[in-house]
């Protein structure tokens, strides 16, 4: 890991047009682990240009730098190219890909531990509890190399939301010593837990929370009670003039099910393929369910997407995950 991260710093300080990416649909840690680089990186005097295809949920637009974040752009000659927390290259969506693959070189950031590894340089740990953490280390080994600190309360903010958003709040079984330790050093920067997972968990639109409410009016379990399911149909977006990034957290809810080991959460997004998240405890990997359709994640939340109507979606990955557990 030391040697990639000195090979992602020389990268970072020889290049001048960077462009930073993360995944489809993107949470906390995604944006916050691109958007803590951006500001070290602008604070370089670097152009550093930070894309989303999906653009910005409205739960994480009070992260310093969100009005930064273009879901594409008409630029090309990056000099080099940095993907957090996607866990694949495609995850990034295909127009952001393309701008990603024009960079002579990537950096692949990610505590994704998956097959769809990718990049030039990787820095990648299956055992951190969230990107951030990673982005922390790139940062640190940055200001040692220029020699002036670089983290400040803009940064601080932005890798806290990734940790606390990744790690529910502290509560998962992915948080380690380490994860502490640093939400402390970034607690002393000046980010505020509290404040921020307020912020993350408490701070919903209003179709946001009657998403949650169609899901929830549609929820069932598996005969054993190990796997609960529940959808979000196109006819709810279109009715709450909602838009799939306010489904975010509606999974965590699902899985909640008293006994239920895995919770899904299928998506009829309008005018695209069937989403579906996945989230699991009691050491049961759902990333094997998300790469059986050619999607990403990790152990204990992973993600994919059928093109198929959403009862067949259902019935197939259903039928996967009962597989899994057997």
């Known amino acids: ?28 840690d995604a944006l916050g682990s691109i958007l803590a ?17 999906d653009g910005v949920p409205d739960i994480y637009r009070w992260m310093p730098g ?19 927390d996607s866990g694949a290259m495609d995850r990034v969506g295909k127009k952001v890909m393309a701008i990603v693959e024009s960079a002579p070189q ?4 990610d505590h994704h531990a998956t097959e769809g590894v990718f990049g030039d340089i990787q820095i990648i740990d299956a055992t951190a509890a969230a990107t951030a953490e990673l982005v922390w280390k790139v940062i640190r080994a940055l200001s040692v190399a220029v020699g002036r600190p670089l983290a400040d309360r803009n940064v601080a903010d932005c890798l806290m939301a990734g940790i606390i958003t990744d790690t529910g709040s502290f509560r998962f079984l992915n948080v380690t010593p380490h994860t502490f330790d640093l939400a402390a050093r970034l607690q002393r920067l000046g980010a505020q837990p509290a404040e921020i997972a307020e912020l993350v968990f408490e701070n919903r639109s209003f179709a946001s929370l009657k998403l949650l409410g169609r899901a929830l009016a549609s929820l069932q379990t598996s005969p054993d009670g190990r796997i609960a399911w529940a959808h979000v149909t196109a006819a709810d977006y279109e009715e709450l003039h ?15 099910v008293k006994g239920a080991q895995v919770g899904i959460l299928f998506r009829e997004v309008p005018g695209r ?6 989230r699991s405890r ?9 790469a059986a ?19 067949e979606a259902e019935k197939i990955v259903l039928a996967e995950m009962q597989r899994q557990l057997t």
């Not at 909602?242 to 909640?256: F, L, M, P, Q």
């Open 1 to 28: 890991m030391k040697k990639q991260i000195k090979e992602a710093v020389g990268a970072l300080c020889t290049a001048e047009r960077i462009v930073l990416a993360c995944h489809v649909n993107p949470d906390g």
């Open 282 to 290: 009691d050491g049961v990997d759902v990333s094997k369910v998300a």
């Open 37 to 53: 680089l951006t500001h070290v990186l602008r604070a370089l005097g670097k152009e550093a240009t930070p894309l989303s295809a």
């Open 106 to 109: 990537v950096v692949d950031i």
């Open 242 to 256: 909602a838009d799939d990034a306010e489904t975010e957290g509606i999974v965590s809810h699902v899985r909640s």
């Open 293 to 311: 359709f050619d999607g990403g994640g990790h152990k204990l939340a992973a993600g994919c997407s059928l093109d198929a109507p959403l009862a």
């Open 273 to 278: 393929k069937i989403r579906i998240s996945l």
């Open 66 to 84: 969100t009005d930064w974040v273009q879901q594409e752009t008409a630029q090309r000659g990056f000099d080099l190219a940095v993907v957090c």
